[in-house]
Nanobody, 124 residues
């Protein structure tokens, strides 16, 4: 069966950096767009960065553009997220997801397979 597993969350001070990874198995990785989503307490899950099957196209929400970088290595079935200049408002559970519909609009409804999430906490 399909498994999606995130790793790399943790606690960091404001202004710091953190890297997340996500591995997917049980699917043909380069048939799927991949995305990073997050959900803060009391808020809806939001898609903030997605990448096309080949990695040639990316999307960033305005809130993270210029600070976060998404990338993928199809040979390793792995998705990455480099987060710099972190802010307290970046605190959330971060999820990785695979979508068979392509890059789309980077909304949760377009993505089929989800990881269990990893906590990112940014202290002020």
């Amino acid at each position: 069966q399909v498994q999606v597993v995130e790793s790399g969350g943790g606690l960091v001070q404001a202004g710091g950096s953190l890297s997340l990874s996500c591995t997917a198995s049980g699917l043909t990785f380069d048939d799927y767009a991949m995305g990073w989503f997050r959900q803060a307490p009391g808020k809806e899950r939001e898609g903030f960065s997605c990448i096309s099957r080949s990695g040639g196209s990316t999307y960033y929400a305005p809130s993270v553009k210029g600070r976060f970088t998404i990338s993928r290595d199809n040979a390793k079935n792995t998705l990455y997220l480099q987060m710099n200049s972190l802010k307290p408002e970046d605190t959330a559970i971060y999820y990785c997801a695979a979508g068979s519909y392509g890059l789309g609009l980077c909304t949760p409804y377009e993505y089929n397979y989800w990881g269990q999430g990893t906590q990112v906490t940014v202290s002020s």
